[in-house]
């Protein structure tokens, strides 16, 4: 649940420009937060200093926001802790992240603990709660998380970085990203903290940002592939150094293993505003989905395959590369027993057989795959595809859909984009801005006191069935999946539902069942470990192009 991630400011080239966001929590606020509008380009200090200020500083907000959300719920103390109880310069940013992540996860912790009966304003509260926005000039973004983990395995990140030319001019470039972790959230956390920086310094270093547009151009492709191959490198081959090198710095080399250990697909999109181009690079089964106008409807465009083994380009390049090998199990999909064939992290299925016996017998790390299996390692790679396409505005402007599977496990692509559009029928990316700050003047950091009331809610405590051919259609998609051993629900736009001012909090609640009210409170009032049979972690970004946000940056002095 963090509403705004920055990048990481690189060397002379790149300087990190937040743009602004808040969590979507009710909360008002009318004084700017120092950390939403930057000063004017200043000459960069440490990348790795700046980013790790950065990157904490603002999940402090978002993490506070979030946790005295569900303190309403629950009726929590949170013993005066909190973004309002810091003053400005009263922690550090290293006191204050872990201090709102603690303050979350207690929270998360309740919930499993006690496992509430989750009624409809608790689980709207509980929705909102994870939400958050992102602005830039020209685009803005929706974003949602909910958690079925615990911790929650998803993160994400979203910033702009500024490229300053020969001539001094500055390209402003905006990422939005999604990583889903599994077996741990630790590669995924460190994804989020230096994935997208990696990317846009690769891009200064090889000159991508100076290149005249090219269709498809395979230097800046290549780039960003060799960008990601070399963060996977990072991660997986120091940690195999260390582990083969018998360091005597035992708690050390577990803290580096964690982040080879565990996994994450990666799903990353950029965004150049002068071109109106559109990359997205996608590592595993995270998916992204263009809707573009066809003259009467939105129709959905994909901008990502799933790299599963029921990819059939992926089974085909696997094989070839493993001669002989049965990796790829034809009825589950699944890698050497891997839901993903491509992924950072998981060392297991890219270390030498003896590496991961000994990560396991001196180090604590995951139990080998069988010797049987692991033959002819690396199984797995970081290495993304990459999808582009000029982005159209006008009238109906495109805007992408990004998730990680635990949307796409209950919605089709194509319902993805309708339930989009028939948000948008309804509202404007910028309406709830404005319902929460009286316009676009100055954002706050959303932050609520504890003893507050809680935001106001839609009225949305009755089922909205009309007739009763819709409960009996509830009894129709409402099935026990007997492959699965587990209640399962189909999702269709006739299950859909338009009553909420965030985008990505309407996509989630229309993952979960929409209008039919029991079946949503159901599916939220699982928790761990149960929920993870019923629900992945979700996080959704849902990005709006073609917006003129221009006046809302003047206003703030920028």
Request: hydrophobic content about 35%; charged content about 20%.
């Amino acid at each position: 649940m963090l509403p705004l991630r920055v990048l990481r400011p690189c060397r002379s080239l790149l300087h990190s420009s937040t743009r602004f966001s808040r969590a979507y929590n009710g909360a008002t606020n009318t004084t700017p937060h120092p950390t939403y509008f930057q000063p004017p380009p200043q000459p960069p200090k440490s990348p790795w200093r700046i980013g790790i200020w950065s990157s904490l500083l603002l999940a402090t907000t978002s993490l506070g926001a979030g946790a005295y959300a569900h303190s309403w719920l629950y009726d929590l103390p949170l013993l005066g802790i909190g973004p309002g109880g810091l003053e400005e310069g009263e922690a550090l940013p290293l006191e204050a992240g872990t201090m709102q992540a603690a303050m979350v996860e207690a929270v998360r912790s309740f919930l499993a603990n006690n496992v509430p009966a989750m009624d409809l304003e608790r689980c709207q509260e509980a929705l909102e709660s994870g939400a958050g926005y992102t602005v830039t000039p020209t685009a803005l973004s929706h974003s949602s998380q909910l958690g079925s983990n615990l911790p929650c395995e998803d993160h994400w990140d979203s910033g702009t970085s500024d490229h300053f030319g020969s001539e001094g001019n500055a390209t402003n470039w905006c990422e939005w990203s999604i990583f889903d972790g599994h077996a741990g959230p630790r590669t995924a956390q460190a994804l989020t903290m230096s994935l997208a920086g990696m990317v846009m310094q690769g891009l200064a270093d090889d000159g991508c940002f100076d290149r005249p547009y090219s269709a498809n151009d395979p230097h800046t492709i290549d780039t960003i592939k060799q960008v990601f191959l070399q963060a996977d490198e990072d991660m997986v081959q120091h940690t195999m150094e260390q582990i083969r090198s018998g360091l005597p710095d035992r708690a050390g080399v577990v803290a580096s293993a964690a982040a080879a250990f565990s996994g994450s697909c990666a799903l990353l999109a950029l965004y150049d505003p002068v071109q109106h181009v559109l990359r997205v690079a996608n590592t595993g089964d995270s998916r992204a989905v263009l809707g573009r106008w066809d003259g009467t409807k939105y129709i959905a465009h994909a901008m990502s395959v799933d790299q599963t083994g029921f990819n059939e380009m992926e089974v085909a390049r696997i094989t070839e590369q493993h001669p002989g090998e049965d990796v790829v199990d034809p009825k589950t999909g699944r890698v050497h027993g891997l839901a993903v064939s491509r992924a950072f992290g998981d060392a297991r299925w890219k270390w030498p057989q003896e590496v991961s016996k000994r990560a396991f017998e001196m180090f604590w790390g995951p139990s080998p795959r069988p010797d049987s299996m692991i033959k002819t390692p690396p199984y797995l790679t970081a290495e993304p595809e990459v999808t582009e396409v000029v982005v159209q505005t006008g009238d109906h402007p495109d805007f992408l859909v990004m998730a990680s599977d635990g949307l796409w496990d209950n919605m089709s692509s194509d319902d993805a984009i309708s339930c989009v559009q028939m948000w948008l029928d309804k509202n404007k990316p910028t309406d709830f801005m404005e319902q929460q700050d009286g316009g676009l003047g100055a954002i706050g950091a959303g932050r609520q006191s504890p003893n507050s009331s809680p935001p106001s809610l839609p009225s949305i405590l009755a089922p909205v069935y009309t007739t009763a051919v819709d409960v009996a259609e509830e009894d129709e998609d409402v099935y026990f999946d007997e492959e699965e051993r587990c209640l399962r629900w189909r999702v269709s736009p006739k299950h859909f539902v338009v009553e909420d001012a965030h985008c990505g909090v309407h996509l989630i609640k229309n993952a979960l069942g929409g209008k039919r009210r029991d079946l949503f409170t159901g599916v939220m009032s699982v928790q761990p470990p149960l929920s993870r049979r019923v629900r992945d972690d979700i996080t959704v970004h849902v990005v709006f192009f073609g917006m003129d946000n221009s006046k809302t940056f003047e206003q703030q002095g920028r």
